[in-house]
């Protein structure tokens, strides 16, 4: 892994020096789980008042078949692995692009693999993320030669950051970015199947 620090460090530092400045705080120590495996899975779960499991299954279904595995940033290996109305069960293997910089000029981005799986019950379901790992885009590395890693590798708080909980520079859009790219999946998920969503209320100052 010293090369590939190496490599990506090198790449990701003219993106980064033009990068708007964000609120860093909700991507640091924890904001990336691991299991009793050390294992990263993302996790949550929601209630879905008055749906049945069948109505929750078909929502979530349309919606990962959709949004998802067919689209914008969707590729080639995208599908269900699962799919067990009965069971409540729901899985898709997503191969998708994840874009650190998309303007007209320039675009920089990585390839993303990931595991959904909902697990689905009247009036409530969870949703995992899981199995994760990158393939840097080919033509961002010298020789067109990819660098693969996983969420293991690369995105923990043991390797993207400092032992003063700043974030690693090599490391940091990859877990900045994972992590919304999370966010916006659960979202999507919990918005199909008409979840309650909780918002965290913020006071102004007149």
């Known amino acids: 892994m010293k090369i590939q620090n190496l490599i990506l460090a090198m790449l990701l530092c003219p993106m980064l020096a033009v990068a708007q400045k964000i609120d860093e705080s909700k991507y640091l120590a924890g904001a990336v789980p691991q299991n009793e495996l050390g294992v990263v899975v993302f996790q949550n779960s929601y209630e879905v008042p008055g749906k049945t499991k069948s109505e929750i299954y078909l929502a979530l279904k349309e919606y990962t078949q959709n949004d998802i595995l067919k689209g914008p940033n969707a590729l ?15 899985a898709a293997r997503v191969d998708e692009n994840l874009y650190f910089t998309r303007k007209a ?24 993320m899981r199995r994760l790992h990158y393939l840097y885009d080919e033509q961002e590395t010298p020789n067109s030669k990819p660098l693969s890693f ?15 909980g700043k974030m690693l520079r090599r490391a940091k859009n990859f877990r900045i970015y994972t992590i919304d790219r ?6 999507g998920a919990a918005k199909a199947a ?4 909780k918002t965290k209320m913020v006071e102004v100052e007149e």
Do not use: P
């Not at 008409?194 to 969503?197: C, E, F, L, T, V």
């Open 105 to 128: 000029w320039v675009s920089h981005k990585t390839r993303f693999f990931y595991e959904l799986i909902y697990n689905i019950s009247d009036e409530k379901f969870d949703v995992e």
């Open 194 to 197: 008409g979840a309650k969503i």
């Open 76 to 90: 080639t290996q995208c599908r269900f692995v699962e799919q067990d109305e009965d069971a409540g069960l729901l």
């Open 182 to 187: 999370k966010n916006e999946v659960f979202r």
């Open 150 to 164: 996983t969420a293991e590798e690369w995105i923990t708080d043991k390797e993207a950051l400092t032992k003063k």
